[in-house]
């Protein structure tokens, strides 16, 4: 064999070989992928569920104890820190396991037989910092018997947060300008603008607001937004179908805290072909922005019939959590992309001690 068909055996070779990376995982894998994808969750909310109840049960007990016994008062507020801190310890290693889980798990029901590369492990650990900080402020206001919503609800909705980042693993196990993806929303049980949006269905949510004939002002801003915006809903061709590198641009999946629903979302996504024709607008370069901003959701009216803006995470917010969540909210981070997760450092005094919120990992201090 000369040199030249050596070399020429070698590029066939290399070629079925890319050939056969590139093939996706048969379905009947892809399902079972899903299928273990569903039962993961689960016990994700069990586990966390349980976590948050042992808290909200101490902090009750704490502080019935104390007014009933003001004697005890330091013995059962050394109880309360030290179980808020092994909450924290429990909550932060369910976190960090449990992300990179879902991400590979909605990477092999992508299809992909492969590992998850650095930049997908950097883009989970942002996803992972920007919840671990609300869970963290939860926790201390049930250690305090406080906290504005039923801690059932709140552990239910971390276990919901957990789907967004199977979706992600899902779409980024093929990222190609060649692969399409249907965003498919329960018309059923969502109202939500962002989905609707998404999946080129707004006229569902515009049609009963049509035929109401007194629309409050929220109805009314909602009938206004929905008209703007028909135009360029559903992606390039209106269908709800985009490439998956226009997906992964956008940074945006289903159950994503960016959508108005945030963690209530019900849709999904699922493998598409190119729609026909040529597509009636050009592929979306900026990440993806909600069509109602979280921030000011909630309009109504007040007692006196003004017009009034409940803010959503109202608490949180005040709190400034919102602020350093969002220097850890998803992105698309690139293959070449480094150092991609900033420093949220924030200090927050529980009790008598402090906690450190160091990069999303709550330690805890004593106080000098
Ligand atoms: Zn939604
Ligand atoms: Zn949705």
Redesign the pocket.
Known sequence: MTNDQALHAFGQATEQLQKALKAPAPTIERARARQAWLRFQREFRTTVTNIYGTMQDVGATAKWVTEEMPGAKERVAGLVTRQHGRSIAMLNAQFSSAYERAFELGLRTGGAVRETTENELAIVRRQRLNENTYAGNFLTDLGHGEGTMPWEKRADLYANALEEVFWQGYLYSDCSADRYIRWV?MPAV?T?LD?AFLAGRLSILERPLLAKADLTPREETLLATIQARKADQGGRWGTGVYSARELATMGIV?QSGK?Q?TTQ???KLQPAKRPEGIPERTEAQEPYQSLLPKAFTGTGTNARGKVVVAREHKQVRRMGYAKRAATTEHRHIGRGETAPVKKAVAVLKVGEQKMLLTQGWVKIAQEQ
């Open positions: 929303e969502e939500c989905c289903p959508l629903c979302c019900h849709c």
